[in-house]
């Protein structure tokens, strides 16, 4: 059943519904926005939960929402009742009455305006929209432009939402930036929540299969630096959980109370300082799975999803298959920027030495498979001259011993018509050679086969495969009419 908010006059909690998880500060904010002035809620509470509920009231009622009015001894129980004194609502506040704020740089005006059309689609019968920051392009009459370009190498983005909320018309407040478009039904998704909130979340994903961090805690209070970010299921809650500077969802009232730090900058965890100074202050941060956005770029690995535990933050979860390939995606890109930036010319060759050593031991192995993905990988990441002739002849001879003799036979043709007269007298021309001929005999082309063969001898006089091969064919006394290999 659903019933109105401030609408009840007395709720009466069952024995051992409080106190045994969690999740009592969302019960006992949830309750009291059903309550209307005046009414109560008679609340059983175990000895050992006493300081608890007290504690709760003061962090999270600190403005008298809820107040003791008496406290019944029953057994082993202690039955509260508490009154509402305070109103949940704002007499103005309106679900229908949105202010967007969309903070920007002046480096993604194509995104912005995609931003700007996912929430005209969504059909609001009143909104606005303020662009902060720098954006020099038309805009429609729904729309106001603030320019604030102070600091913006350092990415002043606490200074941009608090121009954003100041000047807003509307109570709720969404401030995104300039990377977080609207899904189709996302205002569906906030009217099907309720308006009863006072800082929220929703859904955030990237190419919507990937969860960004939309519901993530921090684990400890700020400012630890003994903290690790984890991803909630979307039923989970954990105290430390804080909104990603992305995408906050909040009242002006709140704002009013708790402004964004000016004295952050972007990537000082100004987010994580703000959820937590909203918690401080009593304000309950909840996510709304209903209301759907989209990350048009993001530059952060998939966070690994807590299992979901209503007593404590659960333990993290394996990934799954496809958000762990994009975080060895994510993980090996950062990586590679890192090297080829910073220390790529000292670990450059100690890696290629080593993926060498692999790839030959695994050739001298028969693990030719194995060989021929570290010479790939080889291949891909050096691109000088030595490298990539080195690279295409041993990838050319592994395809020919894996039975794959087409390929190997257009790899060493293109090898010879490119490299064999940069290096006539080397190993990799003599094994060029040597393996097109092998591949030419087995296709019966015996006249081009023998010409492989002698221009192996030409350079390796004591090549003793060559020399049996070039023998076994001097006894055919009439050549073929295929074209040389020099007409090929």
């Known amino acids: 059943a659903s019933f109105p908010l401030e609408s009840i006059r007395e709720i009466k909690v069952e024995i051992g519904q409080f106190g045994s998880t969690k999740f009592d500060t969302i019960l006992l904010r949830e309750w009291s926005y059903l309550l209307r002035i005046g009414g109560e809620i008679h609340l059983p509470v175990p000895p050992s939960c006493d300081t608890s509920l007290h504690r709760m009231l003061e962090n999270f009622f600190p403005r008298g929402g809820l107040s003791i009015v008496d406290v019944n ?128 979340s929703c859904v955030q994903t990237y190419r919507r299969v990937f969860r960004t961090w939309d519901w993530v805690t921090f684990s400890v209070p700020y400012p630890s630096q003994r903290f690790f970010c984890l991803g909630l299921s979307y039923r989970d809650w954990d105290p430390c959980v804080f909104m990603d500077g992305g995408l906050n969802i909040l009242k002006k009232k709140v704002w009013k109370n708790s402004p964004y730090n000016d004295e952050l900058f972007w990537e000082e965890k100004e987010d994580v300082e703000f959820s937590h100074r909203l918690a401080a202050n009593g304000v309950l941060i909840r996510f709304n799975p209903f209301a759907k956005c989209e990350s048009l770029r993001w530059r952060h690995n998939v966070v690994r999803i807590a299992r979901y535990n209503p007593q404590r933050l659960g333990k993290p979860r394996v990934l799954e298959p496809l958000t762990f390939f994009f975080n060895l995606v994510f993980k090996t890109k950062k990586n590679w920027n890192y090297f080829r930036d910073k220390r790529w010319s000292y670990y450059s060759s100690r890696i290629r030495h080593h993926l060498y050593r692999y790839s030959r031991m695994f050739a001298n192995h028969r693990q030719y498979r194995r060989a021929l993905i570290g010479y790939l990988t080889i291949f891909f990441l050096y691109r000088d001259l030595v490298t990539t002739a080195v690279c295409r002849i041993e990838i050319a001879k592994l395809l020919y011993l894996l039975g794959w003799k087409n390929l190997a036979k257009r790899g060493l043709k293109a090898w010879l018509a490119r490299w064999a007269e940069h290096s006539p007298n080397t190993e990799m021309n003599t094994s060029a050679h040597f393996y097109l001929g092998e591949i030419l005999l087995q296709e019966e082309d015996q006249q081009n086969a023998a010409q492989c063969f002698r221009a192996v001898l030409s350079i390796a006089p004591d090549h003793k495969r060559a020399r049996e091969r070039l023998r076994a064919l001097s006894s055919v006394s009439s050549p073929s009419q295929k074209p040389t290999i020099a007409q090929q």
């Not at 320019?147 to 000047?167: L, P, S, Y």
């Not at 899904?183 to 909130?197: D, I, K, S, T, V």
Request: aromatic residues 12%; charged residues 30%.
């Open 73 to 200: 001894e029953k057994q082993d129980l202690r039955e509260y009742r508490l009154r509402k004194v305070v109103p949940s609502l704002d007499p103005e506040d309106s679900p229908s009455r949105y202010t967007f704020g969309i903070v920007t740089h002046g480096k993604s005006n194509e995104q912005v305006k995609f931003i700007i059309e996912s929430i005209r689609a969504q059909k609001i019968p009143e909104y606005e929209i303020i662009i902060c920051g720098y954006y020099k392009q038309p805009i429609g009459t729904d729309t106001r432009y603030l320019e604030f370009t102070e600091q913006d190498e350092k990415g002043w983005v606490t200074r941009k939402k608090n121009i954003i909320c100041e000047a807003s018309k509307f109570e709720n407040i969404v401030v995104v930036h300039d990377r977080v478009a609207f899904r189709p039904g996302w205002y569906e998704g906030m009217l099907r929540y309720g308006n009863a909130f006072e800082a929220l």
